[in-house]
């Protein structure tokens, strides 16, 4: 495998460099390779080709008369000489002009540019670009030492070359806001940054319901984390949320941002990370290349500014991860001779991950877990969610008593299909899947273990639609709600969490038939039965149709089988006007209860007309 | 403010104000009677009670806006200062000013408008850090503090100051145009004025060569 890897990074590099006592500064790219060769990782046949960015390139993102500017002001005292009209890009205080800086910024976007190439076209399975991944330069202006955004650059050329859908995965401390902004609308790219909060850090966004614009909507993801994080907490935050994701997602491409400035040695951030932890995203994200993008993976550096004790250690074991390439036992004494500022012992990471927060960690974790909830409900399919659990569901409060399992058969236009409720877990893991079923997971195989998983659950049920031969082409789900959520603390209420019909058999009156019969015995009528659909989670895609069509499909759908549209203020539900939130109030569920749940729909702190 | 708003007659119904509202978005409607404003319905006016029968939902679609708007709203000029407009809803606790001229109503001022003034006066459309200091409330303090952070080469996008947590204090929140804030906070601190903000002053950008 380490022959298919690269690092996309030469001393050319080095001419990134807003200057001596600036934090970015030629000494990064100079400490980090020089601690690769030390360390005997880095063969010159690792390293990629690649030249500057062609403006073509670059005009993919940034605006002509800014790429001017870059230009312009890259001759020494031109910035000087106008400085107001260097301001008006960015090119003042943090991204101070420097001579030459022109032709080292498009370097920079031509190695990213390269790394994505190489990937997307199969010749590399992984490629490292270190000096990259400057993920806050927007449009028309420089931010944050970031001149151009190589990253969105690179992913743009890339979705405009090849059909793939890229998942861009940002753990610098600070939010990818240029990144974001530059796909906010396009479905094929979802953005995940988890940073620190915005509220105090720069660059001030990354906030939770910053989700995307149609028809990307929901492809944008935001995890905003408390200072003092940690180790501990920051990884919670990762598992719960970027691997589900790409589950959901299904990209083909995984680029990654990994700045580590959220290093509690880096004087930038508050994240109060540690190399350990570092080291453990890297293992994290290269399987996660390998489980969902057949293992195409670039990394870029991002930012670190702690430049003797951190960035060099984690981008070796950034490309130690990556290349497959075994790091010495120790940090190579020679190295750290060079410059006394290098040792903080001669290991590679430290003895433990950091836990974060002193007295204030119950309120930093406590804040941390609403952000991940609220994110996942944002975020995550019902499906995915449950197969991605956060932590074991209630106390199996609206468990539903026992029925004898059915059969029905049901005449659909594609052929006969066998409807089945109360499946187990064992059934389902017998069954085929058609592979017309993919809304939320690549391989139908996986799809099966969705189902499987889901019936495992305490109030778990499954009913599906099968053909004779076995293979299922249509499911419904129904299981408790997920604990946090409004509707969840109510006794007798389950959730129907997912309803799908594989994409060769709709149309036929499939899900109508599926959904009735799976809520006609008996226990149901002592029940509450809920469906939310985010517009985002619908598989549009595949059905050819609009947010709103797609509404009326799915609501005519429920009301043919007993449900009724509501009207809820649920910020989730009532953040975007395709979103259909459905009820069906079971025949002999008391009228207290009934109160409760209508009582819930609308919380109401509309204010004052 | 919006200029030139789609508004409604009095004798329309509310199921048209509802769907006027529907397509454009919006939850604030100026009722006009030939050029002259007459009222305001807002979303909330055009709404039965959650709980209520079927029935008066529809009987309410059918009646005209006459009956559930507010007659003789408050109005603002179109020179006044934001705040004076900002006074009027807080004092009247309602969420939408038309804002009327000689020639009459020339727009409507609604709170988004003023959520919107209130985002860039605190600068949080624009990457910025932000940090909070506290000065003593005398003359000149908050000179002496901004030319601290001047020297430094960074640029302050907004600058708030409120009264302070200590009588004789004035509490100041900047936005400041960087993304490396330490080094302000410890400019400010060592000058004597007391900041926090993100990141702590280390080793970032020490030269290594």
């Known amino acids: 495998m380490s022959g298919s890897c690269a690092l996309a990074a030469d001393d050319r590099l080095a001419a990134y460099d807003f200057g001596p006592g600036h934090p970015f500064q030629a000494g990064r790219l100079q400490a980090g390779l020089s601690l690769l060769r030390a360390a005997k990782v880095l063969d010159d046949g690792d390293l990629l080709a690649f030249g500057p960015a062609a403006d073509a390139d670059l005009e993919l993102v940034h605006d002509r008369d800014y790429l001017a500017a870059l230009a312009r002001f890259s001759v020494p005292g031109a910035a000087a000489a106008a400085p107001v009209e260097a301001a008006r890009f960015g090119l003042t205080g943090d991204n101070r002009p420097f001579p030459g800086m022109d032709r080292a910024a498009r370097l920079v976007a031509g190695a990213t540019v390269a790394a994505l190439d190489a990937v997307a076209a199969g010749e590399r399975h992984h490629v490292f670009a270190p000096v990259a991944g400057l993920h806050h330069a927007q449009r028309r202006r420089a931010v944050g030492f970031c001149l151009v955004n190589d990253v969105a650059v690179a992913i743009a050329r890339c979705t405009r070359a090849w059909p793939l859908r890229v998942l861009y995965v940002d753990l610098d401390a600070h939010h990818g806001d240029g990144v974001q902004a530059a796909f906010y609308d396009d479905p094929r790219v979802c953005t995940v940054s988890l940073h620190e909060t915005g509220r105090y850090l720069f660059p001030g966004t990354g906030e939770v319901h910053e989700l995307g614009r149609p028809p990307g909507t929901g492809r944008s993801v935001n995890l905003p984390l408390e200072p003092r994080t940690g180790d501990d907490g920051f990884l919670a935050a990762f598992d719960a949320v970027v691997e589900p994701l790409a589950a959901a997602f299904r990209p083909d491409l995984l680029v990654t941002q990994n700045g580590c400035d959220g290093h509690a040695d880096d004087p930038l951030s508050d994240l109060a990370l540690s190399l350990r932890g570092h080291r453990d995203l890297a293992r994290r994200l290269h399987r996660l290349a390998h489980r969902h993008c057949r293992g195409r993976w670039v990394a870029t550096g991002g930012g670190g500014y702690d430049l003797d004790r951190v960035v060099p250690r984690a981008w070796a074991l950034l490309w130690s991860e990556l290349s497959g390439r075994r790091l010495p036992a120790r940090v190579p004494a020679a190295w750290l001779a060079t410059r006394p500022e290098r040792a903080r012992g001669a290991g590679w990471v430290e003895r433990r991950r950091r836990g974060g927060a002193g007295p204030e960690r119950p309120e930093v974790e406590e804040r941390n877990r609403r952000t991940v909830r609220a994110v996942r409900r944002l975020a995550l399919p019902p499906s995915v969610r449950v197969v991605y659990p956060l932590a074991t569901r209630g106390g199996g409060s609206g468990r539903l008593p026992g029925w004898e399992p059915r059969a029905g058969r049901l005449k659909a236009p594609g052929g006969p299909l066998v409807l089945r409720d109360r499946c187990p877990a064992s059934l389902l893991r017998r069954l085929e899947v058609d592979p017309g079923i993919h809304a939320f997971v690549r391989a139908a195989v996986q799809e099966r273990e969705v189902l499987a998983r889901i019936a495992e659950e305490p109030a778990g049920e499954v009913a599906v639609a099968h053909t004779p031969e076995g293979v299922v082409v249509a499911y419904v789900a129904v299981l408790e709600p997920e604990p946090g959520t409004r509707f969840a603390s109510l006794p007798g209420l389950l959730e129907v969490g997912a309803i799908e019909v594989a994409s060769g058999w709709r149309r036929g009156g499939v899900a109508a038939a599926l959904l009735r019969f799976a809520v006609e015995p008996d226990p149901f009528e002592d029940l509450i039965l809920i469906a939310s659909g985010l517009a985002w989670h619908w598989d549009l895609d595949q059905s050819g149709l609009r947010a709103t069509s797609y509404r009326r499909v799915l609501r005519r759908v429920f009301e043919a089988a007993g449900f009724e549209s509501l009207h809820t203020d649920e910020p989730e539900i009532a953040y975007h006007p395709a979103n259909l939130f459905v009820a069906r109030v079971g025949a002999r569920v008391p009228p207290a209860r009934r109160t409760a749940f209508t009582s819930r729909l609308v919380r109401g702190h509309h204010p004052m007309p | ?209």
């Not at chain 2, 009677?33 to 009987?59: M, R, T």
């Not at chain 2, 407009?85 to 001022?109: K, N, S, W, Y």
């Open chain 2, 1 to 209: 403010m919006t200029r030139a708003p789609v508004t409604v007659a009095p004798e329309a119904t509310v199921a048209a104000a509802r769907s006027a509202m529907r397509r454009g978005r919006f939850r604030h409607l100026p009722v006009v009677d030939g050029g002259e404003l007459v009222g305001v319905v807002a979303a909330g006016d055009l709404l039965v009670a959650p709980g209520s029968p079927p029935e008066a939902a529809e009987a309410l679609a059918g009646r005209p806006l006459t009956e559930v708007m507010s007659a003789q709203p408050v109005t603002v000029w179109p020179d006044e200062p934001v705040e004076v407009a900002a006074r009027l809803l807080v004092d009247h606790a309602i969420g939408c000013l038309p804002v009327v001229a000689d020639e009459g109503l020339v727009g409507i001022l609604t709170e988004s408008d003023l959520f919107a003034v209130l985002l860039r006066l605190l600068g949080g459309g624009e990457p910025s850090s932000r940090i909070t200091l506290v000065l003593p409330d005398v003359p000149g303090a908050l000179g002496r503090a901004m030319t601290v952070v001047g020297d430094l080469g960074v640029n302050l996008l907004t600058v708030v100051t409120e009264p302070g947590p200590e009588p004789g204090t004035r509490g100041v929140v900047l936005r400041a145009g960087t993304i490396d804030a330490a080094p302000v906070v410890a400019a400010l601190v060592a000058a004597g004025f007391p900041a926090s903000g993100p990141g702590r002053p280390g080793t970032a950008g020490r030269p290594d060569r």
